[in-house]
Nanobody, 130 residues
Framework: QVQLVESGGGLVQPGGSLRLSCAASGFTLDYHAIGWFRQVPGKEREGISCISNRNGITYYTDSVKGRFTISIDNAKNTVYLQMASLKPEDTAVYYC???????????????????????WGQGTRVTVSS
């Protein structure tokens, strides 16, 4: 059974850090594009980062550049999102997603589009508040 399971969410103060994990089972993340999205009520799911496991290229939306870092541990079949300097506006449910279409030009064009991904996790909630 193909699964993505996120973990690591929680309550953190502004300026704090969290590391989210996305563990894949039932398939390997080899040659996949793996993205992180977030969603707040009433808004569309927002693509915030992606890594291509074909070539290691990473992508970030402007609002998280310099604060968030995406990485992958192929031995653990897990993708991480290290989040630092968190702000109240980072509060959301965070989702990971994966797709086997990891060719460079395709990922560059599609990584932030939530409808493009084949597999999705159930989400983990992050709350940034004092």
């Amino acid at each position: 059974q193909v699964q993505l399971v996120e973990s690591g969410g929680g309550l953190v103060q502004p300026g704090g850090s969290l590391r989210l994990s996305c563990a894949a089972s039932g398939f390997t993340l080899d040659y996949h594009a793996i993205g992180w999205f977030r969603q707040v009520p009433g808004k569309e799911r927002e693509g915030i980062s992606c890594i291509s496991n074909r070539n290691g290229i990473t992508y970030y939306t402007d609002s998280v550049k310099g604060r968030f870092t995406i990485s992958i541990d192929n031995a653990k079949n897990t993708v991480y999102l290290q989040m630092a300097s968190l702000k109240p506006e980072d509060t959301a449910v965070y989702y990971c997603a994966a797709d086997p279409r990891s060719q460079g030009t395709t990922v560059q064009a599609m990584w932030a589009k939530w409808g493009w991904y084949r597999y999705w996790g159930q989400g983990t909630r992050v709350t940034v508040s004092s």
